[in-house]
């Protein structure tokens, strides 16, 4: 976490940074505050310190020559979560966070030591909170959950403090004047007091996000921060491509909230979905790439005969964004039930995914799956391995309706999984986000059937993430689906959409295979076809338009 730089390796690098001189107790940076970058110190002392929600201090190391003072935020040019102060006169060498990402790349063995020191920093600070802010409510509360749940998907400390049995949170709330109907609150490192924000406010409060340059025109703009969307961001930048990727929640997408994906290339063990996607997002900004988080995409201009060279995305905060080419990767949600208290259990007894983990938490015990897809049919097959019975609930009369009829044989097969056809869920009892019993009716009948399951699995299909599409001219499929090369009548580049320079990749694409893997692989491809785009495109303008291309 904490190497040290030889005397010939900072001569290496002096050419990518300015010496800076600071007298004894001067600050280097503050938290909340953009500091100049990351500094290797030539002489002196410098003490870096975290700064709790009451204005204490607590040493975290001190630099001396040839230690860098630095973590992720100086990477990204966002404000630090730390203070630190010269301990004596010093003398650094600042680099800025453009140059830093250009040392980075030129210098790849020193390179891969300072961003791995770089990560382990930030996931220090992330085990203490330190630099964080501190959300003042009770824990379980929804609105607590919500901002707990944006900055850990979203890689920033935190703290939460419960106003029930913590003294801080106490005195908080009452230097505050809070009443308690107003919370949560939520302390930002700058000192500034919300009630109850949203994600962007709060996002805005603690520098997660900033104004995007209006005037830039972008060589891709890439909307969602999902596998796809983030491969797509990683190849472009890394081939010099100037790029900005949008999302409206967190990095990582559905990835990122897989507990654990067991079947990613080079993963025996498996990864955490977070820890995969973690690793995509510092690489993309390691390129360069631009990445604002959260930025809702609500729509798409229409192409403008004036100026077809470009794609102009409107922003939920009234913001635009221009582009030369556009990549959709906005990604699809699983379809959820309509029960009240669905959400509660989504963590430990809700699944949308039937892999080895989830098949081992159900072993020995009954569950239920709702679906009459293939994918519920091969979920079904797959865990009536584990569980000592799969009830299989189907809303229609008849499996074979949606179902490959291999799948419909197979289950047949199966004397531990049970078909209820015409069979609703109606309701979910448990504690603590753990399920206890399912509740269901069948047909007409006015009697309900109450189970004693603790694990429910839903495969009710998939909707993508293309309302911010409508009235942009992209053809959807009848599900709503992004419409690619094969499928479009007209479109000759691959993955390339009804609309000339506007690809789309991932999950949102009509007929992808909704894998993580595939994902990747589509923004690596994709990024093959943007630059033979571009490179058109800047020889003869006239051939951008989609009938041109035809
Ligand atoms: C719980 C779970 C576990 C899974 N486990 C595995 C596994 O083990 N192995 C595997 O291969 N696959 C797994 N999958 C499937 C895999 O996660 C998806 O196939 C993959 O994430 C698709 O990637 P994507 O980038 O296309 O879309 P997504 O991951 O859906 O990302 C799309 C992103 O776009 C953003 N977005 C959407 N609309 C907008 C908008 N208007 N403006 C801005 N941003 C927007 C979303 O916030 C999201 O971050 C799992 C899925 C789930 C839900």
């Excluded at 000192?191 to 924000?197: E, F, K, T």
């Excluded at 694990?455 to 992004?482: Q, R, Y």
Aim: glycine share 10%; net charge neutral.
């Amino acid at each position: 976490m904490f190497p040290v730089l030889e005397p010939f390796e900072i001569e290496r690098v002096r050419r990518f940074g300015k010496v800076r001189s600071y007298d004894d107790a001067a600050a280097l940076v503050k938290v909340g505050q953009v500091g100049p970058g990351l500094a290797i110190i030539l002489t002196g002392q410098v003490e870096v310190a975290r700064r709790d929600e009451l204005g204490h201090s607590t040493p975290i190391v001190t630099h001396g020559p040839g230690s860098f003072m630095g973590e992720l935020a100086q990477l990204a040019g966002r404000p630090a979560l730390i203070d630190a102060h010269a301990r004596e006169p010093v003398q650094a060498l600042i680099i800025s966070p453009d140059q830093l990402r250009a040392l980075l790349i030129a210098e790849a063995e020193l390179g891969e030591r300072i961003m791995r020191a770089l990560i382990l920093r930030r996931v220090g600070l992330l085990e203490t909170g330190a630099g964080g802010p501190v959300i003042v409510g009770h824990p379980g509360n929804g609105d607590v959950l919500r901002l707990e749940g944006f900055l850990r998907r979203n890689g920033h400390p935190r703290q939460t403090l419960d106003p029930d049995t913590d003294s801080e949170a106490k005195a908080l709330i009452e230097r505050f004047h809070i009443d308690p109907g107003q919370l949560p609150i939520v302390l930002c490192p700058g000192g500034q007091l919300l009630r109850n924000p949203s994600e962007r406010e709060l996002a805005r409060c603690i520098g997660l996000v900033r104004p995007i340059d209006p005037t830039r025109v972008y060589d891709v703009a890439i909307v969602g921060a999902g596998p796809a969307g983030l491969a797509t961001a990683v190849y472009a930048g890394s081939e010099g491509l100037s790029v900005l990727v949008l999302d409206c929640r967190a990095f990582g997408g559905q990835a990122g909230a897989s507990a654990r994906i067991e079947n990613y290339l080079g993963f025996p063990t498996g990864i955490t979905g977070i820890a995969l996607m973690a690793r995509a997002y510092n690489q993309a900004q390691k390129f360069g790439v631009e990445i604002a988080i959260p930025d809702e995409v609500t729509g798409l201009d229409a192409e403008d005969d004036l100026a077809p060279r470009r794609v102009v995305l409107r922003m939920s905060n009234n913001e635009r964004v221009s582009a030369r080419s556009l990549v959709i990767a906005s990604g699809a949600r699983y379809r959820r039930l309509s029960i009240p208290n669905l959400e509660a259990f989504e963590g430990a007894s809700v699944h949308y995914w039937a892999s080895p983990l989830e098949a081992k938490l159900c072993a020995g015990q009954e569950v239920a799956l709702v679906g009459a897809g293939n994918s519920a049919g091969q979920a079904a097959v797959y865990l009536a391995n584990q569980a000592v019975k799969v009830w299989l609930l189907v809303r229609g009369d008849d499996l074979a309706a949606s179902m490959s009829r291999y799948l419909v044989d197979r289950i047949r097969g199966l004397p531990n999984v049970e078909v209820l056809t015409r069979t609703s869920v109606t309701g979910l009892e448990g504690h603590d986000g753990m399920l206890e019993a399912i509740r269901w009716r069948r047909g007409a009948s006015r009697e309900e059937v109450r189970r004693p399951i603790q694990h429910l699995f839903l495969f009710i299909g998939a909707e993508p993430n293309t309302d911010w599409l409508s009235g942009s001219g992209v053809a959807l499929d009848a599900k709503g689906f992004v419409l690619t090369d094969a499928d479009t009548t007209n479109k000759l580049r691959p993955l390339e959409t009804s609309r000339g320079g506007v690809f789309a990749i991932g999950d949102v694409r009509s007929g992808s295979v909704k894998r993580v893997a595939a994902a990747v692989g589509e923004g690596a491809q994709v990024v093959a076809t943007l630059h033979a785009y571009l490179a058109t495109a800047e020889r003869n303008p006239a051939v951008l338009t989609s009938t041109a291309i035809r």
